[in-house]
């Protein structure tokens, strides 16, 4: 058995034994839920843009769980419809930062030459704080989920490619590596075959962070006005709406506000479960 080979297997029977663990499965069944729930939202809450006057601000009950708002519509409809933005968003992000973080991350840490340049400007891009160049981001392209997508994406990526490439960096120096090169081994046949596997972990624990910044910032953009359009009922919205009534009404913004606490805390514990499950270090300190 190769090096390559082993340290693949014992990656591999890490991530294993991390599912079976409840730390783990929490969290993803968590997670499970939020999208079923999201997806069924309408057969199961109904619309969540349907007006009654009569019903307006009235505290959560049997018919209305998490109250209504200003409008009379059902915070709790809105809410639900809320979580399908917010995983879409978080998903889209964390797909997309996958995909070029990784890219980049490979060749950077495998070509010198790229790495001179590509380094520089994932620096200058991380220099500019996320929000901030969200923000200048989504005055450019307007308002709209699609847009807002893709201004979160492109701070996310520098996080993401320099993980893989500080990975890509240590695994380069390894013997078996090394006398790959010297025998004329192809460099794509390297990174997909034996460095890229090796990447997985990091990888895995990254995305759940760059899942849970998407979400955050999301609802950041969407409470300026700069993220989903008014029409479309998103956790940022629901809170910006709400926020003048909360001293009358404050159901309008608890309910949205503990469902985006609870969506990005069952993230990060995800993360930090997976990262002390693949690390033997801290494997053995939980003992």
């Known amino acids: 058995m190769t090096d390559a080979t082993a340290d693949t297997g014992r990656a591999a029977s890490a991530l294993q034994q991390a599912l079976a663990r409840p730390r783990i499965l929490v969290p993803v069944l968590i997670l499970v ?22 019903a307006r601000l009235q505290a959560p009950s049997l018919a209305n769980l998490f109250g209504t708002d200003q409008f009379g519509r059902s915070v709790a409809a809105r809410t639900l419809h809320g979580t399908r933005i917010s ?9 997309a930062a996958l995909l070029i973080g990784v890219t980049l991350g490979l060749l950077s840490g495998f070509v010198a030459r790229v790495d001179a340049v590509l380094m520089r400007i994932m620096d200058a891009i991380m220099s500019i704080p996320t929000i901030l160049l969200a923000i200048a981001l989504m005055a450019l392209f307007g308002a709209g989920v699609f847009n807002a997508i893709i201004a979160i994406i492109i701070p996310e990526v520098p996080r993401m490619a ?55 910032t999301e609802a950041i953009l969407s409470f300026l006005g700069a ?17 003048t009534l909360f001293q009358i009404a404050p159901w309008v913004v608890i309910a949205p506000g503990v469902c985006l606490s609870i969506l990005v805390l069952t993230v990060n514990s995800l993360g930090d479960a997976i990262r002390d499950q693949l690390d033997p270090k801290l494997r053995r300190e939980t003992r």
């Open 227 to 243: 993220g989903a359009p008014p029409d479309v009922p998103s956790w940022g919205n629901i809170i910006s709406e709400g926020r």
């Open 162 to 216: 320099r993980v893989v490439r500080g990975v890509t960096l240590s695994i380069r120096e390894r013997p078996y590596i090394e006398a790959a090169i010297t025998n004329g081994a192809r460099p794509l046949r390297l990174l997909f075959r034996h460095v890229m596997p090796m990447t997985a972990g990091p990888m895995l624990v990254q995305a759940t962070y760059v899942f849970s910044a998407a979400v955050i």
């Open 33 to 54: 839920a939020a999208t079923v729930l999201a997806l069924l939202a309408p057969a199961l809450i109904g619309n969540p843009s349907g007006i009654n006057p009569m």
């Open 87 to 95: 995983l879409l968003v978080g998903a889209s992000v964390t797909v």
